[in-house]
């Protein structure tokens, strides 16, 4: 069946460091694409999407690349700082009537500082 | 606004029990959502709703029942509450034609 699913199920970045955080979709029917942040004993929350249409979206610290070949999505943080420690989701969907969200495993990423 | 409410935020349940989970949100969202999370898994959708009087099952709807009456609020019921149901529960919502949803801050429940 259809999954979205990310490599790592753990990343440990240094402070001051970037981050990458990736995520492999296979429904190629996907073209919309969200990355939430989870922070411990929180929500997740918005940080950034992405449409099939581009290859790149930039927002503050954050930049998402989407690879439809391969059907790969990143995640970059720059300047990785200790807030940044959470579970990060991507999600993706087929954008349509009825259409829901689809989301991926989870990873932690915990910043040492 | 204060977004997504929910409560409880914790709960412990026994075997065979019932209980509603409450959901409200103040950003006139039509559309509402309710999520399971459990350790290692992605969000499994439960039950959403596109409108006051209007819900629709998710992936895992099995033993649970929703409710619209309002646009604000949107309860998950558990009429007979089994140990596969402990999980971190989520509230969301989002406008019509929108993806990007904003989520609760969560209910852990357990079963025992």
């Known amino acids: 069946g259809e999954s979205v699913g990310l490599h790592l199920p753990t990343l440990s970045v240094q402070e001051g460091d970037n981050s990458i955080i990736n995520c492999a979709y296979s429904?190629?029917?996907?073209?919309?694409f969200i990355w939430y942040k989870q922070e411990s004993g929180k929500g997740p929350q918005f940080i950034i999407d992405?449409?099939?249409?581009?290859d790149k979206r930039q927002g503050q610290r954050v930049t998402v690349l989407l690879n439809k070949t391969v059907k790969h999505l990143s995640l970059q943080i720059a300047a990785t700082q200790p807030g940044d420690s959470a579970v990060y989701f991507c999600?993706?969907?087929?954008?349509?009537?009825?259409?829901?969200?689809?989301f991926g495993k989870g990873i932690t990423l915990s910043v040492r500082p | 606004n204060t977004g997504v409410t929910q409560t409880p935020k914790f709960r412990i349940l026994k075997i065979g029990q019932s209980m509603t989970l409450q959901c409200t949100q103040d950003?006139?969202?039509?559309?509402m959502y309710w999520y399971r999370q459990d350790p290692g898994m992605g969000l499994k959708l439960i039950y959403y709703?596109?409108?006051?009087?209007?819900?629709d099952k998710g992936e895992v709807p099995n033993g649970y029942n929703v409710s619209r009456s309002t646009t604000e609020d949107f309860p998950l019921r558990l009429e007979l509450a089994a140990p596969s149901q402990t999980s971190v529960y989520f509230c969301?919502?989002?406008?019509?034609?929108?993806?990007?949803?904003?989520f609760g801050p969560g209910t852990r429940l357990t079963v025992t």
């Open positions: 969301a919502s989002s406008y019509p034609g929108a993806y990007e949803q904003y």
């Open positions: 429904n190629s029917a996907s073209d919309y």
């Open positions: 992405i449409r099939s249409n581009m």
């Open positions: 999600a993706e969907i087929r954008t349509g009537a009825n259409s829901k969200l689809t």
């Open positions: 950003m006139n969202h039509n559309y």
């Open positions: 709703s596109v409108g006051a009087g209007i819900t």
